[in-house]
């Protein structure tokens, strides 16, 4: 019962994140994301992949940060996303359970760099590169709702991404 609580909580991030892809505007975006690695955040913890909670975790602090410069205009987000790459990287360095640490790492890394722009796009294309990584660590943690909702976000971020070239063709 347990195990599928930890599944459902999942579900719940996975769908998020999925659907963010859809938004138009890059706070909308960001918000969704921020509720997605919460519930990330927590799944992860509770399958004993501690790289892959903490990476979610600092990528949530640095998903909130960044969602705030944006609201509040603020400068320097740059810096503020650099120094989020170097906890990753040292928390990360002290935690290492094994060679699958790897990939939250470089996808919680590239996500983090691509909130610093404004080009949407980018933003997308990022989702991709993400979720394969994701997904490699999904399947070693037996996170089976991961590895399905990592599949179902590939083909959501690839209709998105199609979906607002096209509307970009039209306006």
Known sequence: ?????????????YTTLALSYFKKQKKQILFMQI???????????????????????????????????????WKYKE????????????????????VYSIFPLIASIIVIISFITDNERFIRAIGVISAVCWLIYAIVYKSYIGIVFEVITLIGVCIAFIKNEREKRFD
């Open 1 to 13: 019962m347990f195990f599928l609580l930890i599944q459902f909580i999942g579900a719940i991030g």
């Open 35 to 73: 509720i997605a690695y919460i519930m990330f955040t927590i799944h992860y913890y509770l399958l004993s992949g501690i790289t892959g909670a903490i990476c979610n975790f600092v990528g949530l602090l640095a998903l909130i940060v960044i969602y705030l410069y944006d609201i509040y205009k």
């Open 79 to 98: 810096i503020m996303a650099s120094v989020f790459v170097i906890i990753l990287l040292a928390i990360n360095i002290a935690t290492f359970q094994n």
